[in-house]
């Protein structure tokens, strides 16, 4: 969820270049631990995401649902993934979830959309291995095993 309040920083830009920094951590906390988010759970997130995010209220709930049954039957499908795979499934779920956004925005569809979206597409396709590196380790760290003194 915090990832989802990240955009509110105030950064000044003549185009959109913040990353969906929630959408990219629920991809890679679903890439990295596959079974500890359940599919219904696109829809909680995404209406956080839609509170804070500014972008027309239900996108991210239907887009973050719509990823979640989505990876879960990519799942299904190829149980045994590598890095370099799960890397490129997330650039292409990152560029569509961009893309559909920005038409539930009101954008137009054309070429000069596409390329507004570039830097914003490549810099969210560049730091998915660093979100998936900071995800692992939060998750050795939920593992990890406490001792009580005393």
């Not at 003549?14 to 759970?41: D, E, K, T």
């Amino acid at each position: 969820m915090l990832g989802s309040l990240i955009p509110q920083l105030p950064i000044a830009s003549a185009v959109p270049l913040m990353p969906p920094l929630g959408y990219l951590l629920l991809l890679s906390w679903r890439f990295v631990r596959p079974g500890l988010l359940p599919v219904w759970a696109g829809f909680p997130l995404g209406l956080f995401d839609d509170l804070f995010s500014g972008q027309p209220f239900g996108s991210a709930i239907a887009l973050w649902s719509v990823t979640m049954l989505g990876m879960e039957l990519f799942e299904a499908r190829f149980p045994w993934r590598g890095f370099f795979q799960d890397w490129l499934v997330a650039g292409v779920i990152v560029t569509w979830y961009l893309v559909i956004a920005a038409l539930f925005s009101g954008g137009r569809v054309d070429g000069t959309m596409l390329l507004v979206l570039l830097p914003q597409i490549v810099l969210s396709v560049s730091i998915i291995p660093l979100l998936s590196r900071l995800v692992a380790g939060l998750d050795r760290f939920r593992l990890s095993r406490v001792r009580v003194l005393g």
